[in-house]
């Protein structure tokens, strides 16, 4: 009898353990089968705006995960548009953006975006004759301000400077 009631809990045992093999194997096929090959992205726009001809000292910083990338130029024509693709194949796959700009001599304002799948997180208008905008998204930022599931609603935050 002893052993009988053995036999009963290591069948019991292999039942369990081969299903809990059948669930893994279908949840991993499940995920072969809904991967396209083309992993998402999330493409970053930075935007330079000014009343001047130029804008100098450019900089801009897009922190991610696995490709992050920069700009540095010493001047650049206004306005001014730059698109990065982040892959989003990775957990918080962006940390932050940072942007800077200074007008050029022949103007008074300049203005840095930062749009995430064309949702503006970051803003900054500066005037004067040194003036210098700078715009600044940090992952932190995208989590307290989080409302719903969708990445742009998500993403919103407040300009890094105010003036």
Do not use: W
């Amino acid at each position: 009898m002893k052993k009988l009631k053995e036999y009963y809990f290591l069948l019991i045992g292999v039942s369990f353990s081969l299903a809990s093999c059948e669930v893994a194997n279908h949840i991993e096929n499940d995920n072969l089968d809904n991967k396209s090959g083309d992993d998402e992205e999330l493409i970053v726009e930075i935007i330079i705006e000014s009343n001047a001809t130029y804008a100098t000292d450019l900089e801009v910083n897009i922190n991610s995960r696995n490709d992050p990338q920069s700009i540095i130029e010493p001047t650049i024509e206004v306005p001014y548009s730059e698109k990065f693709k982040i892959s989003t194949d990775t957990m918080f796959p962006i940390t932050s953006t940072n942007v800077k700009a200074s007008v050029g001599e022949d103007g008074d304002e300049i203005s840095c975006k930062i749009l995430y799948d064309n949702a503006e997180v970051a803003t900054h208008t500066s005037k004067g004759t040194f003036a210098t905008a700078a715009c600044e998204n940090k992952f932190i930022d995208n989590i307290l301000s989080s409302k719903s599931g969708n990445l742009a609603d998500s993403l919103q935050s407040p300009a890094f400077f105010n003036d």
